[in-house]
């Protein structure tokens, strides 16, 4: 399972049950096609903008009964209306996606994780739902875990979104480390770089413990998938430490030989 945005989804996985592939996909190009409205290609802000607000027209279409456009939203419609699906999930990540064409910097963690909270927790939410597991304590631990991936995404793309002229890194904690934009565009992993990546693995490791009990609530593949997701996510941290945090150099992402150690401490969970 790698760690990258909209890439937690378990399309393909054979942990994910048969029945519910077919719904996971139709989320999956929902939220990956806007992603790519907001983020790739050559368009203007306007025009990212106007694509992302006809994503939202499409969703009040599916709330008001109306026939959809085009077939994403049709097999979108389908899997909302059978598995209830909160429609305000999928509002979410439009407006996460808006976000990042309007915003690229971000001036504290708050800030960041309200993010987060639009940006990755929707996906664990719909997930939830679509399993009818989706209680009060499973959503906040959930939310825990999302978040905490989307930390590990950003923290292992500091250099590709510096390309991207976006910085997710709160500004406050570059003060506090007494780092420049300049240090980021000269890819100078010093020791005060390194000390403000621990901070921030950190922080990420202490959210993916928090939520990680509820691997272990939920029966099943999908307590698997997910125990494979919080140990993927945790490696991904133990690459990034290792390097120094220097994700300057090499992006850290997962291999071939890291599988064996994620199944046997996902089984050790």
Known sequence: MSVDHYENFPVASVLLPPRLRPAVVAIYHFARTADDLADEGDATKEQRLL??????????RIENGSRAENRLFEELAEVIQQYRLPLQAFRD????????VAI??????ETLLDYCARSANPVGTLMLHLYGAATPDNLDASAAICSALQLINFW??????????RIYLPQEDLARFNIGEAQLAAANADAAWQTMMRFQTGRARSMLLRGSPLAKRLPGRMGWELRLVIQGGMR????????????????????????PLLFWRAIRM
């Open 93 to 100: 990540l439009l407006s996460a996606f808006k976000q990042d």
């Open 156 to 165: 292992q793309d500091v250099a590709i979104d510096w390309k991207k002229k």
């Open 51 to 60: 694509a992302l607000t006809e994503y939202e027209h499409e969703l009040d």
């Open 236 to 259: 991904i941290l133990e690459k990034i430490d290792m390097a120094g945090g220097n994700v300057f150099s090499e992006r850290p992402r997962l291999h071939k030989n890291d599988w």
């Open 104 to 109: 690229n910097r971000y001036a504290d963690f």
